[in-house]
């Protein structure tokens, strides 16, 4: 058995000799689109795993999943609090044991229009729902778990889209509660660690959200007002953080299907 090991957005791959036996298919929903699940008992974990299938014809897209508390006899009932239907959207939750190597917590959004199903993008759970008044709401990741903020997205000719603007608002609250913090602090060397890794992180915070939303005037603001303070080796991990920060980049470009 493989499984995934995610580590500051990359993905290992352990391997796993636990067996695995399979279960017969159970049905979640017939319409609008058929959706199963294969329930897989792993031996060395003492557990059920399932795979939901999603139906396109002949092709199922898949998404793994485990439930706390779910037996042979459960299985049906808890699998299905896992879909739910939006017209035309379909979200599909991902799940795991949290001592799992797996990454845990996810949504699949499926697009279901004229006998064809899309698979939109596999979601990160965040503090806002997937999906409300026609916007999709996702978190940056691709930097680990230190860097990160809200992605608003809209369904445009069936695929989504990073709205700048919307990104850029849906953030500002905590975008201000950081710049609070930056222009209120000088960095010293007799500081503790904890107080600079607090100003650091909300530098780098800051710094990615804005050449992400290709808010160009207040980086540009945000680096001269911090570069000055901050020695060689800090400039570095700046300067690093925001080569690897794609402008408006989907998620899908760098975070692997559940």
């Known amino acids: 058995m493989i499984r ?21 298919d159970i049905e979640l929903m017939d319409t609008p689109v058929k959706v199963t699940a294969t329930l897989h ?18 092709i199922a897209q898949l998404v793994n999943t485990t439930v706390t508390g779910m037996t042979n006899g459960n299985a049906a ?3 299905r609090k896992q879909i739910s239907w939006r017209d035309p959207y379909l979200f599909v939750h991902s799940s795991c044991n949290a001592n799992s190597v797996r990454r845990c917590g996810g949504d699949v959004v499926f697009k279901v229009f004229d006998n064809k199903v ?4 596999d979601f990160v759970v965040t503090e806002n729902p997937v999906y ?10 691709k930097l680990g ?30 975008w201000k509660i950081r710049s609070t913090h930056i222009t209120s602090v000088h960095p010293a060397r007799e500081w503790s660690d904890a107080e600079w ?5 909300a530098v780098l915070n800051n710094a990615a959200l804005a050449r992400y ?38 998620p899908r470009a760098w975070r692997k299907a559940y």
Not at 45 to 52: Q, V
Not at 132 to 139: A, E, L, Q, V
Not at 219 to 233: F, I, Y
Request: proline share 3%; hydrophobic share 45%; charged share 20%.
């Open 145 to 174: 778990e230190h860097i990160g903020f809200t992605i608003v997205m809209r369904d445009v000719n069936d695929a989504l889209q990073v709205e700048p603007a919307l990104t850029w608002s849906a953030n500002a609250a905590v």
């Open 77 to 79: 009932t808890l699998l």
């Open 118 to 121: 899309i698979r939109l993008g």
């Open 41 to 58: 008992t792993v031996e060395e974990e003492s557990g059920l795993e399932a795979s939901i299938a999603v139906h396109n014809g002949p």
């Open 4 to 24: 995934k090991l995610w580590l500051t957005g990359s993905c290992f791959l352990l391997i796993s000799f636990a067996a695995i036996s399979a279960h017969a």
């Open 197 to 201: 890794d607090k100003y650091f992180d």
């Open 213 to 250: 939303c290709n808010q160009s005037d207040e980086l540009q603001a945000l680096l001269d007002a911090v570069n000055p303070l901050l020695d060689v080796d800090h400039r570095r991990m700046l300067t690093d953080t925001l080569s690897k920060v794609i402008p408006l980049e989907k």
């Open 132 to 141: 409300t008044n026609g916007r999709f709401y996702d978190g940056y990741d």
